[in-house]
């Protein structure tokens, strides 16, 4: 064992005046009151950053749609969202899903914008709500009476948009929202 280089109770900043290490303690009577701790840093969103990204991200999530049900429908021949006879890209309803997608990740873009306003870590509460939202879509379909293998289907189209926004949006919001 070896023996220590300065006695015990010498160590650095053993008994020396705490201002010297730390700096001065608001909580303590003798701090000034003319020099107030400084406000926490607050978040604000760069609006052209984020409605770019979240376009892109809009653009995508349509795109996502269709080829999920191009997927479901032609490659693996499942009647989800409309019968097979509609053809592969399918009637109104996948135009439908499209759009929703899209406006969805319009509405997942404007998450960070609100959140930013008053709440502590809008990141992490806007990534909550985009994955809950995605989990309570994916279940959606399960609470029908169509066949389980169109359950199925329609679940995995809704995950694989419900992923893009979330994996899209995440780091665009992160960049898109800066402390002050």
């Known amino acids: 064992m070896e023996t220590p280089h300065t006695p015990y109770g ?9 201002h010297q290490l730390y700096g001065p303690d608001p909580a303590h ?3 000034p009151a003319d020099s107030a701790p400084p406000p926490p840093p607050q978040a604000r969103v760069d609006a052209r950053k984020i409605w770019s990204g ?4 809009a ?3 349509a795109l996502t749609a269709v080829a999920g049900v ?10 989800v969202f409309a019968p097979e006879r ?4 399918g009637d109104a309803s996948t135009g439908l899903l499209a759009g929703g997608a899209a406006v969805a ?17 809008p990141g992490r509460f806007s990534s909550w709500i985009v994955t809950l939202a995605t989990v309570v879509m994916v279940l959606l379909p399960f609470t029908t009476s169509v066949p389980l293998v169109t359950k199925v289907g329609t679940a995995a189209v809704y995950l694989a948009v419900g992923l893009t926004i979330g994996m899209l949006l995440t ?8 402390s002050r």
């Open 10 to 18: 010498q160590e650095p900043g053993y008994g020396q005046d705490q």
């Open 29 to 31: 009577p003798s701090y």
């Open 54 to 57: 979240g376009l892109m991200t």
């Open 59 to 61: 653009l995508v999530a």
């Open 70 to 79: 191009l997927l479901v429908r032609r490659v693996l021949g499942v009647a």
């Open 86 to 89: 509609d053809g592969a890209m």
């Open 105 to 121: 990740a319009l509405a997942a873009t404007l998450l960070p914008h609100l959140l930013c306003l008053g709440t502590p870590q």
């Open 171 to 178: 780091p665009v919001a992160r960049g898109a929202v800066r």
